[in-house]
């Protein structure tokens, strides 16, 4: 049956990366694959490189422009339907800051200084005040695409719901302006650990490089790493974050790819042994990264460029409707 959708009930859908070095498997697993499924449903999609976002830890100028290229081409290579969906990044619309501006007269600072996130990052980098207002350039970027969900991690529900509250004030002093946006966690939103250090979160910066897996690193490379991971010495192929977080997060990244439960990845390898285990799964994610590097590797800077103008152009026009009838509702225009 053919199932038709009105344009008015189709949902709008926001989510956003930062540009953080070279993207890894945690990213791909976390997001990205599940942005890619999104991308094949109903809704429009907006999925931004927020790398005004990434300011707020100072990073280097060569070190920040290069994670932006490479997140951008990863986004593009990773499959995600550029018919249903737009890729830009945030520093090209500057509807983006300037949303932020107005939204924070909705927002207290009391609010923002409860935030869990800026408690952990304000002791580590000492304050400054993007660090504190990070969440509402986080609500405007939601709130600017009309989005009615966003698909993020555990970590965001708090920004999540500070966004709803600023949406609902705003809403209430000036007309019905935003759609009150709704976390949605994603089938496919693994947090995927560290291989060498089950109980710290995959990223670039941990202190173990054998730990990550990026999204270029060779059939070799992955081999060794899967290998080396670190388990436990019970040589049971069982969930059980708790006690066992290195075999939990193997069966996690082959229950994810392979879009099955827990449970099936238990039964099928009930009967094996770890180190058999390992090459599976080490397997299974080279032939996933496999056609992802593939396009990477022939986009071309004109077809990068290509794709970038025009979504750049669609982003662009969804952001100023919305910015006009911000003004309009507030008396600026
Ligand atoms: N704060 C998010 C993170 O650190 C990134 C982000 C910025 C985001 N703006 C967003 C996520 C809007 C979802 C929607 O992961």
Redesign the pocket.
């Known amino acids: 049956m053919i199932k038709f959708i009105r344009i008015a009930d189709m949902k709008t859908v ?5 540009p953080s070095g070279l993207v890894h498997l945690g990213n791909l697993l976390g997001a990205i694959n599940n942005w890619v499924k999104l991308s094949d449903g109903d809704s429009k999609n907006y999925f ?1 490189i ?1 790398d005004l ?1 990434s300011l707020t830890g100072l990073p280097n100028k060569n070190d920040l422009k290069k994670s932006i290229d490479d997140t951008l081409k990863v986004l593009i290579a990773s499959g995600i339907n550029l018919e249903t969906s737009v890729i830009y990044k945030q520093s090209d619309l500057q509807e983006h800051a300037y949303l932020s501006w107005i939204l924070s007269n909705f927002c207290q600072v009391g609010e923002l200084q409860r935030m869990t ?1 800026f408690k952990e990052k304000a002791s580590s980098f000492g304050t400054h005040s993007g660090l504190l207002t ?1 969440p509402i ?2 609500a405007s ?2 709130l600017i695409h009309k989005a009615n969900e ?1 698909p ?2 555990d ?2 529900t708090q ?1 999540l719901e500070l966004t709803r509250n600023i949406a609902e004030r705003f809403n209430n002093n000036y007309g019905e302006i935003f759609p009150i946006p709704e976390k949605t966690s994603g089938k496919s939103g693994a947090r995927l650990m560290s291989l060498r250090h089950p109980e710290n979160k995959m990223s670039k910066s941990s202190d173990d490089i054998n730990g990550t897996i990026y999204f270029n690193d060779s059939k070799d490379s992955i081999l060794k790493k899967f290998k080396s991971s670190v388990t436990d010495s019970e040589n049971i192929i069982k969930y059980d974050q708790k006690n066992k977080p290195g075999i939990s997060n193997l069966i996690e990244i082959y229950a994810t790819i392979n879009d099955i439960k827990i449970s099936d990845a238990e039964k099928e390898f009930q009967n094996s042994q770890y180190g058999e285990f390992k090459i599976a799964v080490a397997e299974t994610v080279f032939d996933y990264l496999k056609p992802i590097k593939n396009r990477f590797d022939e986009l071309t800077t004109k077809d990068i460029d290509d794709i970038v103008d025009e979504n750049i152009k669609l982003a662009k026009n969804s952001a100023q409707e919305t910015i006009k009838e911000v003004e309009e509702a507030l008396g600026i225009c």
Not at 14 to 18: D, R
């Open positions: 926001f989510s956003g990366i930062q931004c927020v976002h996130q990070y350039l986080m970027d939601i966003v993020v991690g970590d965001q920004h």
